[in-house]
């Protein structure tokens, strides 16, 4: 076949083609793509040996193998030097064709791998990028096929999923997925959502997949196409777990906002409000009206500190915070006081963002402030200003005098037999009495001087800038107008005071000497006769000297036995027999002879000592009595109680402990009482007194008539007897008409209420006479002994008196 049969046929041939000579090797024929591929006119390129056209050395000794028979066919790439010298990469085939007509030829036919190359390294490369960037991406990946098998993961998968190495190197689908469902918190949720998954190629999905090391992963899941096609699906997955953390952080954050009691602005830079929470709408009143974009200062306000916004930026901008009280201002109610902390917010770069302002609503504190000012400084009855205050205006009023060199006085007041209106009649009226007397004294004072109430019923006044006589026209002021008529519940009565004055700085530098000046002036006029107003003098508090002298002196004397009983016989009217005596105190006090109760029983009754003292004259006076009943002289003894002994939680119990000590019977003791005992605290007093009559004691009520004389209490005690006072026995000698019948009703009124009736201090037969013939039943008086120490008395008891004989009655 010639040559141009060769072009013929393999010109249509989109692979370059040369026929080649087996025995020669030089190219016999090619077509027009083999010309285009090596650059060359056919000419040149037909009649060429190969070798001419063959770049290497394995080239050359391939083609002198063909020669040799060695080889027939191959396909193999090979390189082609082309016409102007360029190196050419082609795949060629190369195989004997022997046509039906012909000699055998070798037709060798190429491809250009040049274009194919170049697409391949394309590839190479764009697969390497696409590596890369799977690997480079924070989210772990992971790629299946449509039956779920793993195709590929990145290192972030990886390292999320926490994968043993031997899963990163050699492939193990079960083993793989084994591994993620144990990682995960709930695996068979897991399992079942990745087969919904791979049931449905086409679906994206967006879930949450928690781990069982508590972090959270947020997957996507979408198809991978290939021409529109699924072939398979991509998991990307991003570990959220600090976002999730930041999110609920956020979100609380949100909420403490919202439900915070305290007011919360947020600001631009620039202090106009950004936001507002539901607390300070609420506290602007402005739940309705939003006030974004305003400026915060337009809402606040502080009086007492010109230029508060300019010291507020000053502040934000050195310190980044301020915090200070500020006035809001509200549309419809009173501006509030507010405790604000503003603090500055700046971005990373240092620039401010925002401002925030917390507010405390501080009317609710302030009001409290001024309540519990109120309570320390003020009297809660009278809200009169108490005494620590009184000491503040004083302290502040001596700072005054000391540089003006003016005095002032302090009055201390105290009402008289007030505790007698407490008691009889009730602690809520007494307290209505006081609030009376409060406004009294406020009226009887300027602006600038201070009534205190200490207590009870003792007040304080500092009179502002006065001297003595300024001091003596208030406190008259005040007497009088005290004593005017009270009218509480209508019920009307009167009052009265007494007042002791004391001068700064004649009697005092300090609030507590001017109160312990004015105090013990105070109690000079209550000593004598009370219902006026006395200013200290020294000596005064020499008195008081002495009464602490005598308290002591007393103390030693119980010890030392500076005490005895004298007993003064009481004669039964109707008999004329010494039936009783009565037990009475005498101290022998060294440097002072024989001293009588008057001189210290006072003294006692003040300091409490007296509970003592009364027990030693119990226990003494039981004892005696026992003495005498053994002696074949029983005689009742009658022993004075004070209030306060009587007073004493355990004093029936010491007294039912003194009479078995001694073994007296109950009725041959009397104990005497005082009308205060009664009137103190009735409940408990009528108490004890039926306790003690219960053991058996006669109870006698001493000094009737000088005190409340009540006809009530004498109705619901049940006393065995009534003493009258020897006021009354006194007054019968002087011929006292109206006393005389004073005594006739006592007699009278106690036989009604079934008790005797003892009359004390009968001097003279005279009285003696009136008293039998108003029917008293007993009489003690010096008239037949004085009190006696005991080795006199003994021979009265149960002796018979020979009496005058009753006086003709009284005609009135
Ligand atoms: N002018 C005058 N006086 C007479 C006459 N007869 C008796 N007296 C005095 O009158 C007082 C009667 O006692 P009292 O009213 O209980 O008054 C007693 C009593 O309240 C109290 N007292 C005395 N001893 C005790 C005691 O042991 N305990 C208590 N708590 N008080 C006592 O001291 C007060 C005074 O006691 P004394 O000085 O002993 O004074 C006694 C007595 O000496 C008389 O005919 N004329």
Known sequence: MSHLHWVAITEGLLESVWVVD??????LAVNEAALRLLGARRDEVVGSPVHRWASDLQDHVYWDEWRRGVVQTLESEAMLVRRDGELLRVQRRIGPVRPADG???????????????????????????????????????????????????????????????TLLTTPDDPALLRHLAASVSDASAFQARLSELQRAPLMEAHDIVLLRSGRMLERASRPQLARGRPIGRIHVYRDVTERAAIDAKLRLAAKVFESSLDAIVVTDPERRIVACNPAALRLTDRANDD??????????????????EAEVAAALAERGYWEGELWLRRAHAPAVALLVSWVLLRDAQGQPLNTVLFAKDLSEKLEAQRRIEQLAYHDPLTGLPNRLLLGERVAHAVRLAQRSGRGFAVLFLDLDRFKGINDSLGHAFGDRVLVEVAQRLQRCLRQTDTLARLGGDEFVIHLHDADRSAAERTAQRIIDAVARPVTIDEMQFTLSCSIGIAMYPHDGTTLDELIQCADTAMYQVKERGKGHWRFYQAEMNAHLLARIQTDHAMRLG???GEFELHYQPRVDLRSGRVTACEALLRWHRPGHGLVLPGAF??????TGLIAQLGQWVLEQAVAQARRWADAGRPAQVAVNVSALQFEQTQFVQDVADTLQR????????????????????????????????????????DDFGTGYSSLTYLKRFALHRLKIDRSFVLALHEDGQADAAIVAAIVQMGHALGMEVVAEGVEHAPQLQRLQALGCDHFQGFWYARPLPVAEVEAHLGRTVTLPGAAP???A
Not at 132 to 149: K, T
Not at 677 to 701: H, N, Y
């Open 662 to 701: 001694h073994g007296l019977p109950a009725g041959l003791l009397e104990l005497e009482l005082t009308e205060s005992i009664l009137v103190r605290d009735a409940e408990e007093a009528l108490a004890k007194l039926q306790a003690l009559a219960q053991l058996g004691i006669t109870l006698s009520l």
């Open 809 to 811: 009655a009284p005609s």
């Open 601 to 606: 029983i006072g003294v006692a009754e003040e």
């Open 558 to 560: 119980l010890q030392h």
């Open 103 to 165: 000699a055998t030829v070798v037709l060798v036919a190429m491809q250009d791998l040049t274009e194919y190359q170049r697409t391949q390294q394309r590839l190479e490369e764009l697969l390497a990028e696409l590596r890369a960037v799977l690997e480079s991406s924070s989210d772990g990946i992971l790629v299946c096929d449509l039956d779920g098998r793993v195709r590929a993961f990145n290192r972030a998968f990886a390292q999320m999923w926490a994968l043993p190495t």
């Open 22 to 27: 087996p025995e020669t090797l030089h190219i």
């Open 291 to 308: 006030p974004a974009g305003q400026p915060v200062a337009t809402l606040l306000d502080a009086p007492n500190r010109p230029g508060w």
